[in-house]
């Protein structure tokens, strides 16, 4: 059955400002509106905004001056929920949100013989949004020897923290591969674009810090609706 599992809604607000940053939305030194009527026009408590608030501080992407406000500071490579999540709406930007449609124990591919030891493996299918707008399908595998079983119920918005949180496993890297690809067999009907019609493809493996395979995924967007955005510091 199809789910959404949202995360806390502080960490919403967070992820949002962050990826708004980011885009260059909410441009360096800009001061945020007063936190009563940033929480009113997020429909939020203010208690919520703040706890959001100190979490983007803590990330360094914002400097909270008593009597005065908040400014925001530009950081490249912030440790944040979507971190490695680089599909942005055309305009930049947009929060995440996933809905699981599947979560079944298969053998696993011989394409994903690499992720793990267990000749069987986890396959998570899902619809990817932001800020509401349906953007693309997701296929995601995990090695079956831990754990044993996933139910959609489980699962949140962001796997990166349901490996980190739920499984003890921290993604430390990701390789992708970039490209066009015709939508699968399998494409479900709740998705716009059709199967065998032409849509962005990325292929990732993600890595631990111990340099092992944690995750193969494949998803498929749609190129008028999102792009495929990496931005890197200087070295």
Do not use: C
Request: proline share 5%.
């Amino acid at each position: 059955m199809a789910k959404t599992s949202a995360l806390p809604k502080f960490i919403q607000l967070s992820e949002m400002l962050i990826r708004e940053i980011a885009a260059g939305h909410l441009t360096d030194g800009a001061r945020l509106p007063p936190e009563r009527d940033m929480a009113d026009d997020l429909g939020v408590a203010v208690g919520t905004l703040r706890k959001a608030l100190a979490d983007v501080e803590a990330k360094g992407l914002l400097d909270r001056v008593q009597g005065s406000g908040n400014y925001v500071r530009h950081r490249p490579a912030v440790d944040s929920v979507y971190a490695f999540f680089r599909l942005e709406l055309l305009k930049g930007g947009g929060l995440p949100t996933a809905q699981v449609l599947a979560v079944d124990r298969l053998p696993k591919p011989d394409a994903f013989g690499q992720l793990g030891g267990h000749h069987e493996g986890h396959r998570i299918i899902r619809l990817r949004s932001l800020d509401g707008v349906l953007i693309a399908l997701e296929e995601i595998w995990l090695d079956g020897a831990q754990p044993a079983q996933i139910a959609v119920s489980d699962l949140s918005d962001s796997l990166y923290h349901f490996y980190r949180h739920d499984l003890g496993v921290i993604i430390a890297s990701v390789e992708d591969r970039i490209g066009v690809d015709p939508m699968p067999a399998w494409t479900p009907d709740a998705f716009h674009l059709k199967s065998g019609e032409i849509a962005g493809y990325i292929e990732r493996v993600s890595w631990t810090a111990a340099k092992e395979p944690a995750e193969f995924s494949r998803t498929w967007y749609d190129a008028k609706r999102a792009v495929y955005i990496s931005r890197m510091g200087k070295g």
